[in-house]
């Protein structure tokens, strides 16, 4: 009976050790999978409804941005934007520029518009309208680059061609590839 009560003790003592052991590594696995979800992309800041002015130089509005929904990543420097209205500001040369969707590069001062990108001349007599499907912004340069196909109207003038270079400071627009073009006059 001795010995029963020996090996009924020493059983209990070993499966509490085994008990506690296993609780041990179970914590230290669950420990090394919340440390591995740490390094896992998450968003960080996002803003509805939201409008940015970025001032140049000179103290003046160089740009502004108005987007329906702003989201950014825990790993780097590029935000995505939702219907974002894109306004370049120059003294002589102003575009208002929309899209579906965006990003914006902090690091590289890009923004760069995808889906149904529209620019759009302001405060001109004969207006330039641009429409293409993916258009990049150097906000401080203020020059807009594409490589996609683009469609240029301006009244009875229409342009295709593949790609361009808008720099907004000069006001100079330069179609990079097969162009073709229409005039019809309106009568």
Do not use: C
């Given at each position: 009976?001795?010995?029963?009560?020996?090996?009924?003790?020493?059983?209990?003592?070993?499966?509490?050790?085994?008990?506690?052991?296993?609780?041990?590594?179970?914590?230290?696995?669950?420990?090394?999978?919340?440390?591995?979800?740490?390094?896992?992309?998450?968003?960080?800041?996002?803003?509805?409804?939201?409008?940015?002015?970025?001032?140049?130089?000179?103290?003046?509005?160089?740009?502004?941005?108005?987007?329906?929904?702003?989201?950014?990543?825990?790993?780097?420097?590029?935000?995505?934007?939702?219907?974002?209205?894109?306004?370049?500001l120059q003294a002589n040369s102003n575009w208002i520029i929309t899209a579906k969707t965006g990003e914006i590069d902090n690091d590289n001062h890009l923004i760069i518009l995808h889906h149904d990108v529209v620019m759009q001349q302001q405060q001109a007599e004969f207006p330039v309208q641009i429409e293409t499907s993916q258009l990049?912004?150097?906000?401080?340069?203020?020059?807009?680059?594409?490589?996609?196909?683009?469609?240029?109207?301006?009244?009875?003038?229409?342009?295709?061609?593949?790609?361009?270079?808008?720099?907004?400071?000069?006001?100079?627009?330069?179609?990079?590839?097969?162009?073709?073009?229409?005039?019809?006059?309106?009568?």
């Open positions: 009976m001795l010995l029963v009560k020996h090996l009924l003790t020493l059983s209990i003592f070993v499966i509490i050790a085994l008990a506690f052991w296993g609780l041990q590594n179970f914590e230290e696995d669950k420990d090394e999978a919340i440390n591995d979800d740490d390094d896992a992309r998450f968003v960080d800041l996002f803003i509805r409804d939201f409008t940015l002015t970025a001032m140049n130089e000179d103290g003046k509005p160089g740009y502004t941005l108005q987007a329906s929904y702003f989201e950014h990543f825990s790993d780097g420097s590029n935000s995505l934007i939702e219907k974002p209205v894109l306004h370049l990049k912004i150097n906000t401080n340069s203020q020059i807009a680059r594409s490589d996609q196909p683009v469609n240029i109207i301006q009244r009875e003038l229409k342009l295709k061609a593949k790609g361009l270079i808008l720099n907004n400071s000069t006001g100079e627009l330069e179609l990079l590839a097969n162009v073709k073009g229409n005039y019809a006059p309106v009568d």
